[in-house]
Nanobody
Framework: QVQLVESGGGLVQAGGSLRLSCVAS????????MGWFRQAPGKEREFVAT????????YYADSVKGRFTISRDNAKNTLYLQMDNLKPEDTAVYYC?????????????????WGQGTQVTVSS
């Protein structure tokens, strides 16, 4: 059974940084593309970033481009999201997700497995 467990969320002031981690188990982590999504209160879940199976291809939502960095360590079965220059509008529950294939995607429906989420709150 595939499990994804996020950590690293918390409360930070605007302009600060956080690094989220997502540890995967249950299948060969390095074979699959991964993504980060977020959901703010009263809003739909939205795409944040995605990374290919080997880590060479990454894509970001326009709202986080230049501030967030997605990366992965296949030897540790871990996905990361480095978030810098955080803004109050970044406040949300952040989810990691795994695709069934190696290619990146920004579409929620393309992801098969999801973590439970970690709360990020940015104060102004």
């Amino acid at each position: 059974q595939v499990q994804l467990v996020e950590s690293g969320g918390g409360l930070v002031q605007a302009g600060g940084s956080l690094r989220l981690s997502c540890v995967a188990s249950g299948r060969t982590f390095g074979n699959y593309a991964m993504g980060w999504f977020r959901q703010a209160p009263g809003k739909e879940r939205e795409f944040v970033a995605t990374i290919s199976w080997h880590g060479r291809h990454t894509y970001y939502a326009d709202s986080v481009k230049g501030r967030f960095t997605i990366s992965r360590d296949n030897a540790k079965n871990t996905l990361y999201l480095q978030m810098d220059n955080l803004k109050p509008e970044d406040t949300a529950v952040y989810y990691c997700a795994s695709r069934a294939g190696p290619a990146t995607s920004f579409r929620i429906l393309d992801y098969t497995y999801w973590g439970q989420g970690t709360q990020v709150t940015v104060s102004s």
